[in-house]
């Protein structure tokens, strides 16, 4: 069956950094794109980050640009969301997600599988 695992998530002060990890089963990367997304109480799921399996191109969105890191690893078929400079701001529930089809990576309709999340949050 189908799972995606994150982890890594926890508490952090403001300017602090994180590696949340999304461990893949059932499936391999290299034929899936994966993405972050994240949600806070009472908001919508928002778009993060996206690497596509094609030639592992990756997209984010504006506010964590230049702050964000997605890749993946192969081998342990997992995908990684390195968070540095975090601000309070940056605190949900972080989402990873996994879809065969390519195309617009930022929708979370278009995804096929999502994993259960794991909490960051940011605070002094």
């Known amino acids: 069956q189908v799972q995606l695992v994150e982890s890594g998530g926890g508490l952090v002060q403001p300017g602090g950094s994180l590696r949340l990890s999304c461990a893949a089963s059932g499936f391999t990367l290299d034929s899936y794109a994966m993405g972050w997304f994240r949600q806070a109480p009472g908001k919508e799921r928002d778009f993060v980050a996206a690497?596509?399996?094609?030639?592992?191109?990756?997209l984010y969105a504006d506010s964590v640009k230049g702050r964000f890191t997605i890749s993946r690893d192969i081998a342990r078929n997992t995908v990684y969301l390195q968070v540095n400079s975090l601000k309070p701001e940056d605190t949900a529930v972080y989402y990873c997600?996994?879809?065969?089809?390519?195309?617009?990576?930022?929708?979370?309709?278009?995804?096929?599988?999502w994993g259960q999340g794991t909490q960051v949050t940011v605070s002094s």
């Open positions: 690497i596509n399996w094609i030639v592992g191109s990756t």
């Open positions: 997600a996994a879809r065969k089809s390519f195309g617009v990576l930022t929708t979370p309709s278009t995804y096929d599988y």
